[in-house]
Nanobody
């Protein structure tokens, strides 16, 4: 039974920072590729950042230079460090883990960027 649990969301002012975490269980985590997605109300879910099993990373243009994805295989955890947050970053954030032919989703954590 694969489980993904996101945490670290909350309410933050513009210009602030948050670090999201996604903890995986029931899987050999180090072989996985992981992505962070976000979805705002009424909008389509979009890919924010990805990291491969070899720690190669990729980012959406909208977050380049502000967000950093990383992983700690010993803790079976992937992180999303979010700096210089803007109101457009407001969304529910989800981690997605891909391993072989399988794909798993967490239940999400809410981020609100507002004054």
């Amino acid at each position: 039974q694969v489980q993904l649990v996101e945490s670290g969301g909350g309410l933050v002012q513009p210009g602030g920072s948050l670090r999201l975490s996604c903890v995986a269980s029931g899987i050999i985590f180090r072989f996985s590729a992981v992505g962070w997605y976000r979805q705002a109300p009424g909008k389509q879910r979009e890919l924010v950042a990805t990291i491969t099993s070899g720690s190669s990373t990729n980012y959406a243009d909208s977050v380049k230079g502000r967000f950093t994805i990383s992983r700690d295989n010993a803790k079976s955890t992937v992180y999303l460090q979010m700096n210089s947050l803007i109101p457009e970053d407001t969304a529910d954030y989800f981690c997605n883990l891909h391993l072989g032919r399988r794909d798993f989703w967490g239940q999400g954590t809410q981020v609100i960027v507002s004054s």
